[in-house]
């Protein structure tokens, strides 16, 4: 086998690209020679992160949390390039408040961008994947979706169901030569930088690597599962977070 983790013959998408993992990643697959559809909701902001359209880069604003934006978007890419091969579900919010103060707009809206997104962007890509043979899906979760964390019910409870909903896409869509698997990351975003100053220190001090990861590293990671030669892993949730989850 050849192994050069090469992406020069697919196209990517990757939510919330903006800023953070998403973008990290989108670059990441772009050096690697991708055509690479950079998807967030906010165009200024992608605007800003990407500039205009170019043949590898096709920046998409896109609400996750919206199946018509996701659909139209989608077919903007395919009507670009033919194809998604590979669907990244990297777009994120949080909403953070203990259960008993959480607001059903914060229940709805973090619902709605992790969980909702992830199965609209996965909805709206299979069909292509499955007419090309070809498919890999990442989606991103978090040690909060696997162990809690206080005030984060509504963050837990949408990244302990796209673990769940990862298993069953790769169950249903391992015959047409697909894959869904997730990580679970750890790195100095904006998201990490609204925790307060002390509660960051206590987060750090329980990192085995001793840090935050910087987002760069998030994508090594992804593009391995996407990769050609990760066509026998499917279902698995891969934490790229220090040693955090040992
Ligand atoms: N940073 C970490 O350590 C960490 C840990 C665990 C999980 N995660 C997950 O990683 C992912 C990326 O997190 P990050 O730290 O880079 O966050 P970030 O806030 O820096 O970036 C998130 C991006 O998602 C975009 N986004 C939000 N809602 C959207 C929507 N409805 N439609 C399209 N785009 C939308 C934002 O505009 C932003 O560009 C998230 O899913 C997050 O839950 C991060």
Known sequence: MNLTCDFSTRTVLVTGAAQGIGKAIAEFFRTAGARVAVADRDASELEKAWGSPSQTVLPVAMDVADPTSVASGVGIIVDTWGSVDVAVNNAGIARDSVVWKLTDDQWKAVLDVHLGGTFNVTRAVVPHMRKAG??????VTSYTGMHGNVGQANYA???GGIIAFTKTV???TARFGITANAISPNAATAMVAAIPAERL?????????GRFADPSEMAAAVAFLASE???YITGVVLPVDGGVSM
């Open 134 to 139: 070809f498919g890999r899906i990442v989606n």
């Open 157 to 159: 409870a949408a990244k």
């Open 170 to 172: 790769a169950k249903e």
């Open 201 to 209: 220190a206590e987060m750090t001090e329980t990192v085995p690597l």
């Open 229 to 231: 030669e990760a066509s």
